[in-house]
Structure formats: structure tokens, C-alpha cells
């Protein structure tokens, strides 16, 4: 008997969102992709059974399911659980107990469902290492897989910001030569000015970020003009800004973020709401610097920078005007997968 429990991040998207799409990005000049983990993290937990049934379970959606092996992977009550269990696992291993958890609101732009699906796949793998059945895996494995799985669910086409924001934490720079992406993660302590200056708050409006960046996609790759125009330009201000960060120059960081956004803001009508804007304007009066939906927009989450010394009258503000602020802060750490065996279990899990 054992237990497998994995834990990760989700990210904010600071400039490079939706470039992150194959093989959009080869088709700009220019282009790169940052994000930064923050601790609203996602968690599955995954328990072999004495038993022959399974059973799924999201405390999020308050849904639970249990039942055969045919049963639970032909189920459409939970999508995700049931796909991941059908393509990961087999009827001839022990049956599982899986319960998943996030912090992050639904619908709130941040990879939550792309950082459950990296929690999810890391347990299951890691579980069946225990069982003598896997030869380990790699995080771009990772990556690969969970891309896949979820643009087999959602019928398009997934980015991969999303999940090296779930594996790594840390400010992570996304560049894209032939072949696959590159990866390079800061630590915290490099992005100290991003960090302090960092107020997340929730729109109270869930949206569904992969239709819109579908609708993105569709529209560049059918040479719509103004799509294509603002993509060319959202990546060359994407790749000053991770020269920026690189040569260690924050002064203008924040400039191009900004401008990175206003671009974003063309892409499609619904990148902002009312509801957003209302955010915006109050945040802009009380210390921010600038604001930005996190995501393809439409809703969810919204980044907001400000200074160290106005951020607390910032808070009070938005608070007084029942906007919510969430309990946030960006993280170093990255996936974490920890391991019990019950009842002499022996065997040590595959790196």
C-alpha cells in the first residue's frame, strides 16, 4: 500500500502569453515568454486500494466518483481525472484513490487545470514506479505528456508556459529555437523588485482562457491582419523584456510589461470587462503601477504592481470596494512529490 502526494505552483503571466502555442512561435521574429510562480498551489494525492474499486475525487467541484477501472475512464464526470487515469495507468495494477485540490479560483487565468494536470501526471508516474511498471520520467516528459492529455480534452491546442511555471516556480524565461523550447528559471531573489511590488486580485469572473487563445490562433494562422500585427509586436516587446531581466535592467521592466499589455488589449474585445476596468481604475488612483489580467483575459485573476510603501493602502482600498484580494505571494518552489509505503512496501520510487 502506498501513498503518492505531488504539489506545484501556478503562474502569473508577465509579457509572452499565447506565443507559447506550437508552431505559433515560429512564425515571429522575435519571441519569448515569462511568468512567475506564485503559491496558489494544485495538489493530487494518489492512494493504491485493497480493493478492486476506484475512486476520483475534486474538492473543488465538490464531485466524486467511484467504480471499476472500465467504469471510472468511460466516465464523463470528471474528464480530466478520468482521461489522465486511462492513459497513465492499466486494469492490472492496483486500484487507485485519487483526490485533487486547488487554491486557485476556477476559471482564474493562472494554469491551475495545466498545474493539476503536472500534480496528477507526476503522481500517477511516480505511483507506478511503485508498482515495478514505470522507468522514470523527465520534466520535459512532464510537459509533453500533459500538453497532449489536456489538448485531447479541450480539442485545441495548449501552450507550454503553464506547465513550466507547475514545475519549476521561480521567474521562468521561455525562449523558442528549433526543436523545443528552452527553459531558463531565476530564482526569487533576482526578480526582488517583481516580487515586492506584486498584488493579486480576483475579478469574481471565471472565463476560459483556451477558447480564447483558440480564437487567437485561429485568427493568426488565417492572416487576419490586426492579429498578426499585434502577435509580431506582443513578441518583440517580449524579447526586450527578457533581455532586461538578463542584463540585470529593471528600470523599464515595468514599461514593457505595461506596453506588452496594451498590445494584448487589441488581440480580441473581451480581453477586458467591466469588471476589470472598474479594478483597473481603482487600483491606477490608490498606488498601482499598472494592472493586467492574468491569462488570455476575459476575467479571472488580475496582476497589479505597485511600490513596497504604497502596497498596503493599495489592499485597504481595493477591500473597501469588496474587491477580493487573494493571500498570494510568488514562490521558489517548484513540483513536490512526496512518498509513503504502508504494510512493508519496500521498493524505492524511480527518479
Not at 503562474?11 to 511568468?35: C, F, M, S
Not at 506584486?198 to 491582419?225: C, H, K, M, P, T
Not at 476575459?298 to 511600490?307: E, I, K, N, S
Request: net charge neutral.
Amino acid at each position: 500500500m502506498f501513498q503518492v502526494q505531488a504539489t506545484c505552483p501556478t503562474r502569473i503571466d508577465l509579457v509572452g502569453g499565447t506565443l507559447d502555442l506550437w508552431p505559433l512561435y515560429h512564425q515571429l521574429p522575435e519571441k519569448a515568454t515569462i511568468n512567475l510562480g506564485i503559491d496558489l498551489n494544485a495538489t493530487a494525492i494518489v492512494s493504491s486500494e485493497k480493493s478492486e474499486t476506484y475512486s476520483l475525487e475534486s474538492s473543488d467541484q465538490e464531485v466524486s466518483l467511484s467504480g471499476s477501472f472500465e467504469e471510472i475512464t468511460n466516465s464523463q464526470k470528471l474528464p480530466l481525472l478520468s482521461l489522465f487515469l486511462k492513459s497513465l495507468w492499466h486494469k492490472d495494477l492496483p486500484a487507485l484513490s485519487i483526490k485533487i485540490s486547488a487554491k486557485s479560483p476556477k476559471g482564474a487565468g493562472l494554469g491551475g487545470s495545466s498545474a493539476l494536470s503536472i500534480a496528477l501526471c507526476s503522481a500517477l508516474l511516480k505511483a507506478k514506479g511503485l508498482c515495478h511498471e514505470s522507468k522514470g520520467y523527465t520534466e520535459e516528459d512532464l510537459a509533453a505528456i500533459c500538453g497532449d492529455l489536456e489538448s485531447t480534452l479541450i480539442k485545441s491546442p495548449t501552450g507550454c508556459q503553464d506547465y513550466w511555471g507547475a514545475i519549476r516556480g521561480g521567474l521562468n524565461m521561455i525562449t523558442y529555437p528549433y526543436g523545443k523550447p528552452h527553459i531558463e528559471t531565476l530564482p526569487l531573489k533576482q526578480a526582488k523588485e517583481l516580487c515586492e511590488s506584486l498584488v493579486l486580485v480576483y475579478s469574481g469572473q471565471s472565463r476560459d482562457s483556451a477558447i480564447n487563445n483558440w480564437l487567437v490562433y485561429q485568427n493568426f494562422f488565417s492572416g487576419e491582419e490586426n492579429t498578426v500585427k499585434h502577435l509580431t509586436e506582443i513578441g518583440r516587446v517580449s524579447a526586450q523584456c527578457l533581455e532586461k531581466i538578463k542584463s540585470k535592467d529593471t528600470d523599464s521592466l515595468f514599461d514593457l510589461c505595461q506596453e506588452e499589455w496594451r498590445l494584448r488589449k487589441k488581440l480580441w474585445p473581451g480581453v477586458v470587462t467591466e469588471r476589470t476596468e472598474f479594478i483597473d481604475k481603482i487600483a491606477c488612483k490608490n498606488g498601482a503601477l499598472f494592472t493586467r489580467v492574468c491569462g488570455a483575459g476575459g476575467g479571472g485573476v488580475m496582476t497589479l504592481f505597485t511600490t513596497p510603501e504604497k502596497k498596503s493602502k493599495l489592499i485597504k482600498k481595493l477591500k473597501s470596494n469588496q474587491i477580493e484580494v487573494l493571500e498570494a505571494k510568488a514562490t521558489d518552489e517548484g513540483l513536490k512529490v512526496s512518498i509513503t509505503i504502508k504494510e512493508g512496501q519496500s521498493k524505492i520510487p524511480l527518479d
